[in-house]
């Protein structure tokens, strides 16, 4: 099992920036892909970035890259997703999540989820 813990989430102005942790614990040895997903009230979770572990290769969504970056501390055992020129549509509840599955790469089902940070952009 992997246990995963989010923070940073808050209140910032359109084109303000924030930073998210994602602290992961437990069978984190096993683990071959890190990933943000994020969900606006009335819609569906959709995904935001990846990491692959091994390599520490990204990979976004159309409508972030450029804007968001995810990366990783190996020894704090953490994944972060700095967000840039937040716009309004940003606004959602953002999930880490972890796989060990290749399948997982980059944006197939998950394995591990935390509970959800919000973040809120104001116009």
């Known amino acids: 099992q992997v246990q995963l813990v989010e923070s940073g989430g808050g209140l910032v102005q359109a084109g303000g920036s924030l930073r998210l942790s994602c602290a992961a614990s437990?069978?984190?040895?096993?683990?071959?892909?890190m990933g943000w997903f994020r969900q606006a009230p009335g819609k569906e979770r959709e995904f935001v970035a990846a990491l692959r572990w091994s390599d520490s290769i990204p990979y976004y969504a159309n409508s972030v890259r450029g804007r968001f970056t995810i990366c990783r501390d190996s020894a704090k055992n953490t994944v972060y997703l700095q967000m840039r020129s937040l716009k309004p549509e940003d606004t959602a509840v953002y999930f880490c999540?972890?796989?060990?599955?290749?399948?997982?790469?980059?944006?197939?089902?998950?394995?591990?989820w935390g509970q959800g940070t919000q973040v809120t952009v104001s116009s």
């Open positions: 999540a972890a796989s060990s599955r290749t399948s997982s790469w980059p944006r197939g089902q998950y394995d591990y």
């Open positions: 437990g069978r984190t040895f096993s683990t071959y892909v």
